[in-house]
């Protein structure tokens, strides 16, 4: 008996008749009003404020913001925005998904330190990415003089500010987070489907088109979506890495409210952006969801 | 109709000898078993021929075609998985004609292999439901319909009775053979159960320590184990450690018993291991003047209601004897009896 005693945990005391799941559950619900929901609240409200031509803001319920979406100067950011988000985000998954499977099949001990290797990537932050590729990319220092040394190249060329030195460091930083989240599903992946398929005629490059890539679909739909808003979040790449003319809802909404001071009109970009993001992540889960039964 | 001859093969992974010059001739149309304990290599082998693993040295013949350097896409075998393996984002018919879509097969003929095979393994009707919404047994069902679809050369089941339970799996393993002989197509199954092997197979090959032990019927198994190891797998058995002389007489602890002495038995003083299956065993009084007996003591008796099992020793040895329930036996535990040794018991080469 005394040793059952010491096993079964005491209730928790109760506070008000509310029960302890719910009171664990506080401390975090105050911290998401504080620090997310309430400046998202306010975001909200700044939307629909007044601005005041070359001056600040006026509390007020106005939608100029909003209409201002309808520019084709912001409606082209818009696209572009998405365009590129999107473009990363396919390059991204479809580089990290045979690579994922090809590390899963390795043994342990080559599978730890590659895993390793991208952990580290992470620890860089994107900053030090982002001055990093400037120097990669440079005419004085970058990738080019190599191509010269090589003889591909009479001089030396600098890469950036283009969009393709964009994708580049946003491939390079979206690319971890990509594998981390496709490996624990690839490695739980059960070998006997590429070999059953395997025994029904289907050679390696078509069972893993027919058989892994379709049972897999879940897990690459929510990689897909996860490097998607994690590029569009990102505004320090194409900020240093490229052109006005590249430049993406990120990087507009920090011009507008930095420079500019048009606070409500980053306001409403910065809302519009939150429901777009929204919107995917709950249509993801939704297909993903079906597909999956 | 395929026959399957493995020539000199061998299997390593690193240093390990999964496989050690295994050498086999099988016969087509026929239900074979792979036998053995676990880590015994039967696993292995049976993906060799499969053509899942690559075979270290040897070669492996389908019909005396080398397919050897063939991958498992070429070869045309059916398999059936341990755990089914069936494509979750396909739905049952889709998971059935897998390996005729490769094949860019017209959807309607698709659609009619489909269901007749759903037909064969007696479940129709379910061609449009997905894989989760099948139970365990369907879902090797049609597991097995998928490996049957292209008309394979060999058909091949891993382990398929062990996820099942009793009930089920007994009826399975009926039913496995009723279609085995339909179809007429040479059938491998592995197994570490003996008493699967023994009932369901034409012929048992097996498997320890990556060495054949013995091919044969599941009767030549049982009554002619070739190693200790097989008879000792295979059904319960005591071997006795004697010497077998050339005047017919196994000398045991001393004693001389009567055997007829196998071919093997070519000079005399062979060392030889005498192994006696419970039902050969027959327990008598001391006072009967018998030859040809062990003396014993019972051990234990335990009484099944279908049968009577006798435990008696003698030495460090052990031995089962089974009596018939409902008749007093006429001896109780701690009793002296003689155990009587048939001639016929079989000898196996030390």
Redesign the interface.
Known sequence: MTVQDTTIPRPLPRFRGVDHKTLILIPPGIMLLIFFLCPFLIMGAVSFYYRVPDGFYEPDFVLTNYAAFFDPVFLTALGRSLTLCAVISVVCVSLAMPFTYLVSQMRRGIQVPIVILLLCILTLSEVILGFSWTILLSRTAGASNVLVWLGILDRPISYYPSRVAIMIAMLHFCFPFAVLTIYPPISRF?R??P?????????PI??FF??VI??L?GTIISALVLVFVFALGAYLFPQMLGRPADWTLSVLITDQAIYKSNIPFAAAMSVFLCIICFALILGVGKLTKK??? | MTTLTLEHVWKRFGSFEALKDVNLNLPSGKMITFLGPSGSGKSTLFRLVAGLDDASEGNIRFDGEDVTRHPAHKRNVGMVFQNYALFPHLNVWENISYGLKLQKRPKAERRARAEELLELIKLPHIADRSIKQLSGGQQQRVSIARALAKEPRLFLLDEPLSALDAKLREHMQTELCDLQQTLGITTIVVTHDQREAMTMSDVVVVIDQGEIQQVGSPLEIYREPATAFVADFVGSSTLLEGIARSDGTFEFNGQSLKVTMPDWVSRDLTPGLLCLRPEQLRLAQQSAQTQNTIDVDVSLIRDLGSEIEVQARAGAYEFLVKETSGQPLGYGVGDKMRLQIPETAHLIRA
């Open positions: 059960d006997s489907l070999e059953a398929a395997a025994t029904l005629g289907a050679g078509r069972a027919t058989v379709p049972a679909r597909t999956e039964g």
